[in-house]
T-cell receptor, first 111, second 110 residues
Framework: DAGVIQSPRHEVTEMGQEVTLRCKPI?????LFWYRQTMMRGLELLIY????????DSGMPEDRFSAKMPNASFSTLKIQPSEPRDSAVYFC?????????FGPGTRLTVT | GENVEQHPSTLSVQEGDSAVIKCTYS??????FPWYKQELGKGPQLIID?????GEKKDQRIAVTLNKTAKHFSLHITETQPEDSAVYFC?????????FGAGTILRVKS
């Protein structure tokens, strides 16, 4: 089992550009979570899906953030336009029930 | 909503000693309590979890204890080794989501 796969691992972009982060969950897991991690705020849940349907997006900071899960094996998190305060590590996690398994993360730097 | 407090924020122990990290939570309806270990540059890794129907669970050098009445649970690492050095997070299930503690930086000195 390859675990949760995220791409890219690192992303450096300029303010105002669109950023797309990608996630492939573990096969058979029916829930997918997007988190953001910063020193100041720790691990924050942005949004989660159950059976490809968004269930709770109350953690999405603002309209610049959007997430999709077009099928059971793929999800994206998009930031448009990006701002320097979006700089963080973004994690995707998948779950078959209670346990959540995290990917390696995408380190985003917005200059 | 659920509030999770984790202590201490940093912990230094000598190799071979034990380490204990404690978390308290606010919602008595929570029933699932995992612990994660995060090494530098990696994602959090689930190392042990406990459900509310048991008071203790062990896995080799790692154990978790749960006191539902007092709403706290603890991670115990015995015979610590340098490779145990990492950031440890507790979490509490809250409505199909996990709410994480702020993390504990554990340093094991050899």
């Amino acid at each position: 089992d390859a675990g949760v796969i995220q791409s890219p691992r690192h992303e450096v972009t300029e303010m105002g550009q669109e950023v797309t982060l990608r996630c492939k969950p573990i096969s058979g897991h029916n829930s997918l979570f997007w988190y953001r991690q910063t020193m100041m705020r720790g691990l924050e849940l942005l949004i989660y899906f159950n059976n490809n349907v968004p269930i709770d997006d109350s953690g999405m900071p603002e309209d610049r953030f959007s997430a999709k899960m077009p099928n059971a094996s793929f999800s994206t998190l998009k930031i448009q336009p990006s701002e320097p305060r979006d700089s963080a590590v973004y994690f995707c996690a998948s779950s078959p029930g209670y346990e959540q398994y995290f990917g390696p993360g995408t380190r985003l730097t917005v200059t | 909503g659920e509030n999770v407090e984790q202590h201490p924020s940093t912990l230094s122990v000598q190799e071979g000693d034990s380490a204990v990290i404690k978390c308290t939570y606010s919602d008595s309806a929570s029933n699932y309590f995992p612990w994660y270990k995060q090494e530098l540059g990696k994602g959090p890794q689930l190392i042990i979890d406990i459900r509310s129907n048991v008071g203790e669970k062990k896995d080799q050098r790692i154990a978790v204890t749960l006191n539902k009445t007092a709403k706290h649970f603890s991670l115990h690492i015995t015979e610590t080794q340098p490779e145990d050095s990492a950031v440890y997070f507790c979490a509490v299930e809250y409505g199909n989501k996990l709410v994480f503690g702020a993390g504990t930086i554990l340093r094991v000195k050899s």
